[in-house]
């Protein structure tokens, strides 16, 4: 007892009340299993966007792809538009029946496991950056430049580094000038797919067994703010002139092409994440859940 017990106690205690009230060890071990569930989910979504970060490296290295995303827009997206959900999720409630959960085993349960780098690399980050790659193509393909001519290019154009032109497989001529424009509008519809892609997955990686139709989409005000600031200020760095030219490097991307990667990726992470949800919930003590499935 931290009020009315001994010094001596208070020192050789594992555990000290300092209200004397026992039913605030109830309420801090809630706030114990909050915390750590809420640290979980930030690494998880933060730890997503890697996978759409890094696949324009490697197509870019092995097909010699042009580029789809330059270095400023991934330091932009890293370390400004990201950073506000990701402490949002520290403000999440509880998920329901977050007490009915056995202790975790300190020694191997931690902040990250298989499961959750399973879910981050191989299913999350996979559905981003394939989304974003579909766009990819799609957007060279309204410029006429066919998904074979991009990855067949050897590095050689878009840009082109001693600024020859570019003839597609139809005779049409893109110069210097209108391959960085074409480069320029597809890096910038990658940064905004890439913010969009985020925007879906955090609505649903806010809990990990309870489905959010029961958590509730909106019960987080701090995550609603910062959707809305990280929409309003990846925009601005994509679509104000000056900035979008001289800092990003990038031009406008089609907007209608932004929204249909928002809608692909909800669509495509909430049927996902859902499902895990619900075998979860129904089939805990499973091999899968627990090594596969279950973060």
């Known amino acids: 007892m931290g009020l009315n017990g001994t010094d001596v106690a208070r020192e050789a205690a594992d555990l000290v009340l300092l209200d004397d009230n026992f039913a605030s060890i109830v309420v801090g071990i809630k706030e114990g299993r909050l915390l750590f569930n809420n640290l979980k989910k930030s690494i998880l979504y933060t730890l997503t966007h890697l996978i759409p970060e890094i696949l324009p490296v490697f197509l870019w290295f092995f097909t010699g792809a042009p580029l789809a995303i330059g270095a400023i827009p991934v330091i932009m997206f890293d370390l400004w538009t990201e950073m506000l959900p990701a402490i949002a999720l520290a403000f999440e409630k509880e998920e329901y029946g977050i007490m009915q959960v056995p202790p975790r085993n300190v020694a191997t349960d931690k902040l990250t496991s298989t499961p959750l780098l399973l879910y981050v690399y191989l299913q999350a980050g996979m559905v981003e950056a394939g989304v974003n790659l579909l766009f990819y193509f799609i957007v060279f393909q309204d410029f006429g430049i066919s998904p074979q001519e991009v990855i067949t290019m050897n590095n050689e154009f878009f840009p082109s580094p001693t600024g020859e032109t570019y003839i597609n497989q139809n005779g049409r001529e893109y110069d210097a000038k ?118």
């Open 178 to 295: 209108q391959q960085e424009d074409i480069l320029g509008t597809i890096q910038g519809t990658w940064y905004m797919g890439m913010v969009m892609g985020q925007v879906a997955h955090i609505m649903f990686c806010r809990t990990s067994t309870v489905s959010i139709f029961v958590h509730g989409f909106f019960c987080n005000n701090y995550i609603n703010g910062s959707i809305v600031l990280e929409i309003l200020m990846a925009s601005f760095a994509t679509y104000c002139p000056g900035w979008q030219t001289e800092v990003m490097m990038v031009r406008n991307p089609n907007s209608l092409y932004i929204f249909y990667i928002f809608l692909m990726n909800f669509a495509i992470l909430g049927l996902m994440t859902e499902t895990r949800k619900l075998y979860s919930r129904n089939y805990p003590d499973t091999w899968c859940n627990k090594n596969i499935w279950g973060w």
